[in-house]
T-cell receptor, first 110, second 114 residues
């Protein structure tokens, strides 16, 4: 079982601050996805990164896939209360398996 | 609304009992995945089906079993339940068989074992 460690596990910041969440593994993944999960709901896909070194931007969110395809980061600029949630990275290994990280619980205080 | 339907949303039962969780995938999706989530942590992959056939197995206990029916809905059976089985169980579906396709998750079934 591929292990994806996310850090920090919990993060509480003020509205307007920037933050970075990390997703690390000793395994190589063919692709990596980031999901956000809100209370009472299932995870929702934010982005998929496929190429080592790839950077994708979605408005205030910037995702990066490590050159060796073992790690990824999520950077949020000027966080807003609506960004509050559980952020999960998920690595694809093989054709059918998607392994989820340990999760980062983000709280943005107005 | 992801289009994935899970029932029941909440279930409370006793140790030693057996329960069945049901999942209807999005229309047109052939793959169904089951995940277990404990205490707002990451999701543990249990099992995947594609068009009725088991395609991948994760950390699924022998007390657990699943199947996907011809109409593509899936059921996860949990037997001889223990306190530690209390968790959120998510079903997800995708169009094809491989990743990195997007997984669409249901709202989950919260199981409480007393």
């Amino acid at each position: 079982t591929q292990l994806l460690e996310q850090s920090p596990q919990f993060l509480s910041i003020q509205e307007g601050e920037n933050l970075t969440v990390y997703c690390n593994s000793s395994s190589v993944f063919s692709s990596l996805q980031w999901y956000r999960q809100e209370p009472g709901e299932g995870p929702v896909l934010l982005v998929t990164v496929v190429t080592g070194g790839e950077v994708k931007k979605l408005k205030r969110l910037t995702f990066q896939f490590g050159d060796a395809r073992k790690d990824s980061s999520l950077h949020i600029t000027a966080a807003q209360p609506g960004d509050t949630g559980l952020y999960l990275c998920a690595g694809a290994a093989g054709a059918n398996n998607l392994f989820f990280g340990t999760g980062t619980r983000l709280t943005v205080i107005p | 609304d992801s289009g994935v339907t899970q029932t029941p949303k909440h279930l409370i039962t006793a140790t030693g009992q057996r329960v069945t969780l049901r999942c209807s995938p999005r229309s047109g999706d052939l793959s169904v995945y089951w995940y277990q989530q404990s205490l707002d942590q990451g999701l543990q992959f249990l099992i995947q089906y594609y068009n009725g056939e088991e395609r991948a197995k994760g950390n699924i206990l022998e007390r657990f079993s699943a199947q996907q029916f011809p109409d593509l809905h899936s059921e996860l059976n949990l037997s001889s339940l223990e306190l530690g089985d209390s968790a959120l169980y998510f079903c997800a579906s995708s169009v094809g068989i491989g990743v990195p396709g997007e997984l669409f998750f249901g709202e989950g079934s919260r199981l409480t074992v007393l």
